[in-house]
């Protein structure tokens, strides 16, 4: 939840020794886990899955003698399947009573999304001897590209995919979509300044609990998902999406965290914000926690001197030192992060990443704006930041 003051207790009642009960897609039954502890400030709840499965229970009792789960495969060694979730009880889950507390102590793992009973499969597979993960038959995983070229093929409904994932989208038709995958409960869509057309059509997904949607456009308030289509719905995860869009569906799901739907929404968007970062390969530091709003535009202002100076250097006289001056541009580049990382160091491995990432960037438009061949100077403006970068 973003944008507002903290709560004092969970939207659904929870509290800790509370026995919850959920079904699991990829166990084909009932499963169950207890809450261990409630926290108020970060708003999360540490989950203990316990080694049990079977018929939807009616109360704790029909659980048996349960034991916390204990987790052996791959490369865990006993742990137990413990972890901090957003505090929202998904809707689909039930207290089904409590017990005394089979643990007490911080859970130090974090993630979002319950999904109970994954680890539960996993280790079953594990202990009869599977030790590859076999894909789940209802799951799909495609670049934008791929989805379209799909799309583009006429075929009979995918009725049998449950969770869809889509990276690097370019555009994207919702309606298209959703005829080919009407089943859909969870569903993830990742651009790049992306456009997503007819948004609208989502709201024929009855089924969907959980939707991703990240650094997409094109969608407005008349696109919002409604409670009323989408009764299920569990998770609502935006990230860089119209600020239009983002509103719209703050205000209209936020009313449903008491039911059991979790709501993030952060990283809104305006016009003025996509026309002016669209170019920008920093733009996903505006928002992060750890990145004020004075660093953001510190850095995207040396990312852009930094460009015109390659550019400059590439558009040039071809006789001369050209290696010699990208490599002097490429320390600049790695001094002035240095400068800007030194008081409150910010620059992680992520960050790291990106700023290597911003430099080829620059080279990719060169060699589009130029031809092909400049492999020197990419490896000239590394070699400039490996001299003297402290990040």
């Not at 901090?84 to 793992?109: C, F, M, Q, T």
Request: proline letters at 6%; glycine letters at 8%.
């Amino acid at each position: 939840m973003t944008g507002r003051n903290r709560a004092a207790a969970p939207p659904r009642a929870i509290a800790p020794g509370d026995v919850v009960a959920a079904f699991s897609i990829a166990l084909d039954e009932w499963t169950a886990a207890q809450i261990i502890r409630v926290d108020a400030a970060d708003e999360r709840a540490a989950v203990l899955e316990l080694d049990w499965s079977g018929p939807e229970p009616a109360s704790a009792a029909d659980l048996g003698d349960v034991a916390p789960l204990r987790l052996t495969h791959h490369s865990w060694d006993g742990a137990l399947s413990y972890c901090n979730y957003e505090w929202v009880l998904p809707r689909s889950y039930k207290v089904i009573g409590a017990l005394p507390l089979l643990h007490d102590e911080p859970s130090r793992s974090y993630s979002t999304g319950w999904r109970l009973g994954d680890q539960l499969a996993r280790q079953r597979r594990w202990d009869a001897g599977v030790r590859a993960d076999a894909a789940d038959p209802w799951t799909a995983d495609y670049t934008g590209a791929e989805i379209n070229d799909l799309l583009d093929r006429p075929d009979d409904p995918h009725t049998d995919i449950r969770s869809l994932k889509v990276g690097g989208v370019e555009s994207l038709d919702c309606d298209r979509l959703v005829r080919r995958f009407p089943n859909l409960t969870d569903l993830t869509l990742r651009g790049e300044l992306g456009l997503l057309s007819a948004a609208a059509a989502l709201n024929e997904l009855g089924s969907l609990q959980r939707i991703h949607i990240i650094d997409l456009f094109g969608m407005g308030r008349d696109d919002l998902l409604l409670p009323r289509n989408v009764p299920a719905l569990e998770a609502l995860l935006l990230y860089s999406v119209p600020a239009e869009y983002a509103a719209a569906m703050r205000s209209t799901w936020r009313p449903e965290m008491p039911n059991g739907t979790y709501v993030d929404v952060h990283n809104a968007r305006t016009p003025d914000w996509v026309a002016e970062n669209r170019n920008n390969p920093l733009r996903h530091w505006d928002g992060r926690a750890h990145i004020s709003g004075a660093r953001f535009k510190k850095a995207v202002a040396q990312y852009k001197s930094t460009r015109r100076a390659v550019m400059a250097v590439l558009s040039g006289d071809p006789g001369g030192d050209r290696p010699a001056r990208l490599v002097e541009i490429g320390r600049q580049y790695g001094e002035a992060f240095n400068r800007l990382d030194d008081r409150t160091p910010f620059i992680e491995t992520e960050e790291r990443e990106d700023l290597f990432a911003a430099l080829d960037h620059i080279v990719d438009e060169a060699e589009a704006a130029h031809g092909p061949g400049l492999a020197w100077a990419r490896e000239s403006l590394i070699s400039g930041v490996e001299d003297v970068r402290d990040w």
